[in-house]
């Protein structure tokens, strides 16, 4: 595989910290890393370790295998000259092709559960006279932030052994590493680094790092090994940061060691599909989480139970999804989940209408796809999800935060002025974008969804559903235009109904339990959106004929927000899609195999396109839809996951 020099690669360790960068070396973006750690998983991430300079010795001379960039646009070194190919199997690994034909292997790989990350150097044929410099890039610093050159920063490193730590702030995890070649201390700053995506999205793109020493290795001698690690933080009255614990032995034998686990690790992952699944599952504290979305989302609530009957439920991960759902149940506060972790420590946002919603949907799925797989649900855990159901819905009836609350007509009312508490969630300023103050139309059917669920155990919510959905029928169709309203009662104002054309109006018809329309009207649904709104990479957020439609996702972030949910097309939004596409023709084989072949196999370009092996957050409305935001995205790989799996597998379980 020989992807554009752009593409991204990503190794996660499985505590919400990461390893990444692009095939061509450069960084290009502030959260490129060969050593990203969470403090408090997945929160609190740190980058210590920015990148390297390395640089192969021949008989011929001295060539890069590294490549920077610096202001104003200037890249040197240029190692992507010698790249031949790179593969992300089983970890990203560049064969280098230099001038006098000696070929050198480097490769990449992160230890799942540990903040650990391995390079390796290695000949391809034997060859005299090869030797290797390399030089690690630090800042220590949070992972949102730029670090410019200062005299705080700690160069001296400390020796325990064969490993080597630097302490380079206060209050800032220790870093460790471990190599099989010589190390000598040789302080300097590298100023002015460029970040070409932080300055194409607007934000600042500068930065300087600093670089203690230089490793040395004799790679006609074998394969050459540097093993990095982050520790605790020390507090920050001055007192050194833990040391990072490393496995015993020299640099080789812990790389062989952790690469052999790994290797077998990620061989047991049936698809390619399903191993970049793994990378979104995270610690926090004792439980589990899922990250949003890398580089730079942590866990968000919507995004966890949206993506967990993908990335878990789907693929079989029963234990995982139980870890979840039980980890986030103890976060209800008067029936709201939250939306976001602040990494810092602040108190959890609650601005979400649906995250709690979306979290009764999962806890549903979870139960059919136990007894599908012929398993218990042990009786604690039965009741906790249940009470937790129970306190969304109980709370959501008898209103909460934003406004929240059930109206007269049994529909959900949410929303005050300046709150974005649906997905589409972006705010300039005090201002919400497309703030949907009233009964949006996916939460009316995630509301009515988790009625009926909740019906089973009790008949005030069962009283409540009929209600919801005869209210539903009536309210939301657009008289004689074969499609639904986005809002109604906007803004609280009875009978002030909004029919804006946009993707929300799918999960009315699929990506739920239980659809909420049936025969023609859904059909009339479902084909409007594919007219409308359907692109190879998924839904645009609205449709190109209304006047506030953006046709790309670019710029500073307030014009980037103002395109968010303004056209920008939204992958997740394949999985509501191609459920309702295939509902509305019978679920036949013949439905399902159609869909795979014209809205799944289509996605298999982008696998190598953007962020590699996984799915972008977003891509552009108009052609060629190029894809932007987070290139790793949890709730875009999981629907896809769902897709593949359970909606399209030629005998989908039903619906319990």
Same mark, same amino acid.
């Given at each position: 595989?020989?992807?554009?020099?752009?593409?991204?690669?990503?190794?996660?360790?499985?505590?919400?910290?990461?390893?990444?960068?692009?095939?061509?070396?450069?960084?290009?973006?502030?959260?490129?890393?060969?050593?990203?750690?969470?403090?408090?998983?997945?929160?609190?991430?740190?980058?210590?370790?920015?990148?390297?300079?390395?640089?192969?010795?021949?008989?011929?001379?001295?060539?890069?295998?590294?490549?920077?960039?610096?202001?104003?646009?200037?890249?040197?070194?240029?190692?992507?000259?010698?790249?031949?190919?790179?593969?992300?199997?089983?970890?990203?690994?560049?064969?280098?092709?230099?001038?006098?034909?000696?070929?050198?292997?480097?490769?990449?790989?992160?230890?799942?559960?540990?903040?650990?990350?391995?390079?390796?150097?290695?000949?391809?044929?034997?060859?005299?006279?090869?030797?290797?410099?390399?030089?690690?890039?630090?800042?220590?610093?949070?992972?949102?932030?730029?670090?410019?050159?200062?005299?705080?920063?700690?160069?001296?490193?400390?020796?325990?052994?064969?490993?080597?730590?630097?302490?380079?702030?206060?209050?800032?995890?220790?870093?460790?590493?471990?190599?099989?070649?010589?190390?000598?201390?040789?302080?300097?700053?590298?100023?002015?680094?460029?970040?070409?995506?932080?300055?194409?999205?607007?934000? +600042?793109?500068?930065?300087?790092?600093?670089?203690?020493?230089?490793?040395?290795?004799?790679?006609?001698?074998?394969?050459?090994?540097?093993?990095?690690?982050?520790?605790?933080?020390?507090?920050?009255?001055?007192?050194?940061?833990?040391?990072?614990?490393?496995?015993?032995?020299?640099?080789?034998?812990?790389?062989?060691?952790?690469?052999?686990?790994?290797?077998?690790?990620?061989?047991?992952?049936?698809?390619?599909?399903?191993?970049?699944?793994?990378?979104?599952?995270?610690?926090?504290?004792?439980?589990?989480?899922?990250?949003?979305?890398?580089?730079?989302?942590?866990?968000?609530?919507? +995004?966890?139970?949206?993506?967990?009957?993908?990335?878990?439920?789907?693929?079989?991960?029963?234990?995982?999804?139980?870890?979840?759902?039980?980890?986030?149940?103890?976060?209800?506060?008067?029936?709201?989940? !939250?939306?976001?972790?602040? +990494?810092?420590?602040?108190?959890?946002?609650?601005?979400?209408?649906?995250?709690?919603?979306?979290?009764?949907?999962?806890?549903?799925?979870?139960?059919?796809?136990?007894?599908?797989?012929?398993?218990?649900?042990?009786?604690?855990?039965?009741?906790?999800?249940?009470?937790?159901?129970?306190?969304?819905?109980?709370?959501?009836?008898?209103?909460?935060?934003?406004?929240?609350?059930?109206?007269? +007509?049994?529909?959900?009312?949410?929303?005050?002025?300046?709150?974005?508490?649906?997905?589409?969630?972006?705010?300039?300023?005090?201002?919400?974008?497309?703030?949907?103050?009233?009964?949006?139309?996916?939460?009316?059917?995630?509301?009515?969804?988790?009625?009926?669920?909740?019906?089973?155990?009790?008949?005030?919510?069962?009283?409540?559903?009929?209600?919801?959905?005869?209210?539903?029928?009536?309210?939301?169709?657009?008289?004689?235009?074969?499609?639904?309203?986005?809002?109604?009662?906007?803004?609280?104002?009875?009978?002030?109904?909004?029919?804006?054309?946009?993707?929300?109006?799918?999960?009315?018809?699929?990506?739920?339990?239980?659809?909420?329309?049936?025969?023609?009207?859904?059909?009339?649904?479902?084909?409007?959106?594919?007219?409308?709104?359907?692109?190879?990479?998924?839904?645009?957020?609205?449709?190109?004929?209304?006047?506030?439609?953006?046709?790309?996702?670019?710029?500073?972030?307030?014009?980037?927000?103002?395109?968010?949910?303004?056209?920008?097309?939204?992958?997740?939004?394949?999985?509501?899609?191609?459920?309702?596409?295939?509902?509305?023709?019978?679920?036949?084989?013949?439905?399902?195999?159609?869909?795979?072949?014209?809205?799944?196999?289509?996605?298999?370009?982008?696998?190598?396109?953007?962020?590699?092996?996984?799915?972008?957050?977003?891509?552009?409305?108009?052609?060629?839809?190029?894809?932007?935001?987070?290139?790793?995205?949890?709730?875009?790989?999981?629907?896809?996951?769902?897709?593949?799996?359970?909606?399209?597998?030629?005998?989908?379980?039903? !619906?319990?």
């Amino acid at each position: 595989m020989r992807p554009e020099l752009s593409a991204e690669w990503l190794e996660a360790d499985g505590l919400g910290g990461f390893a990444s960068g692009t095939v061509g070396l450069l960084r290009t973006r502030r959260y490129h890393a060969l050593l990203l750690a969470a403090n408090t998983p997945p929160t609190g991430r740190f980058v210590l370790i920015n990148g390297i300079e390395a640089f192969a010795a021949t008989m011929a001379g001295n060539f890069p295998l590294s490549a920077q960039m610096y202001a104003p646009g200037v890249v040197h070194p240029d190692g992507r000259r010698h790249i031949r190919s790179f593969s992300v199997e089983p970890w990203p690994r560049w064969l280098f092709t230099l001038p006098d034909g000696t070929e050198i292997e480097q490769a990449v790989a992160a230890a799942h559960g540990r903040p650990i990350v391995t390079l390796t150097w290695r000949l391809v044929q034997p060859r005299k006279g090869v030797s290797l410099t390399v030089r690690p890039l630090f800042s220590g610093r949070d992972y949102h932030a730029l670090h410019r050159e200062n005299p705080a920063f700690r160069f001296e490193e400390e020796r325990a052994g064969e490993t080597l730590v630097w302490h380079p702030y206060h209050g800032v995890p220790a870093i460790a590493a471990r190599a099989n070649g010589e190390y000598a201390r040789e302080p300097i700053w590298y100023r002015n680094f460029l970040y070409a995506e932080e300055r194409r999205r607007g934000l +600042d793109h500068v930065e300087d790092l600093a670089s203690p020493g230089r490793f040395t290795f004799d790679l006609s001698r074998g394969e050459a090994c540097l093993v990095l690690a982050a520790g605790e933080p020390g507090p920050s009255d001055g007192s050194a940061a833990g040391s990072p614990a490393l496995p015993a032995g020299g640099a080789s034998a812990v790389v062989r060691a952790l690469r052999t686990r790994e290797r077998r690790r990620r061989e047991r992952f049936p698809t390619r599909l399903q191993r970049a699944a793994d990378a979104y599952l995270a610690r926090r504290g004792d439980g589990l989480t899922i990250v949003a979305g890398y580089p730079w989302f942590t866990d968000w609530g919507r +995004d966890t139970f949206i993506a967990l009957r993908g990335l878990c439920l789907a693929t079989g991960r029963l234990d995982a999804a139980r870890g979840i759902l039980l980890e986030w149940a103890g976060m209800v506060s008067h029936g709201m989940l !939250p939306n976001r972790f602040p +990494d810092r420590g602040e108190e959890p946002e609650f601005n979400s209408v649906d995250a709690g919603l979306w979290y009764v949907v999962a806890a549903h799925d979870y139960l059919a796809a136990m007894r599908a797989a012929s398993r218990r649900v042990g009786k604690p855990d039965e009741a906790i999800l249940g009470r937790t159901v129970e306190s969304i819905l109980t709370g959501y009836a008898e209103g909460t935060r934003f406004g929240i609350r059930a109206a007269g +007509d049994g529909l959900l009312l949410a929303g005050e002025p300046g709150t974005q508490l649906t997905w589409m969630d972006s705010k300039i300023g005090a201002r919400a974008v497309t703030s949907r103050v009233g009964k949006p139309v996916e939460v009316e059917a995630l509301w009515i969804n988790a009625l009926l669920i909740g019906g089973a155990r009790s008949e005030r919510w069962r009283e409540m559903h009929h209600k919801a959905l005869a209210s539903f029928r009536e309210r939301f169709p657009v008289p004689g235009r074969g499609y639904l309203h986005d809002v109604v009662d906007s803004d609280h104002q009875s009978g002030n109904d909004d029919a804006t054309f946009r993707a929300n109006q799918i999960l009315a018809v699929g990506g739920l339990p239980f659809p909420l329309l049936e025969g023609a009207p859904a059909l009339s649904v479902v084909d409007a959106v594919e007219t409308r709104l359907l692109t190879p990479l998924g839904l645009r957020s609205l449709d190109p004929a209304d006047p506030a439609y953006r046709p790309r996702y670019e710029g500073s972030p307030a014009e980037r927000d103002g395109a968010y949910h303004q056209g920008t097309v939204w992958p997740w939004l394949l999985g509501p899609f191609v459920e309702a596409w295939v509902r509305v023709r019978g679920a036949t084989v013949e439905a399902k195999r159609e869909a795979r072949r014209r809205f799944i196999e289509p996605l298999a370009h982008h696998l190598e396109e953007a962020g590699l092996e996984h799915i972008s957050e977003v891509a552009d409305g108009d052609p060629p839809h190029r894809p932007g935001g987070c290139p790793f995205q949890a709730w875009s790989v999981g629907e896809i996951l769902r897709l593949s799996l359970v909606v399209l597998a030629a005998k989908a379980p039903r !619906p319990v």
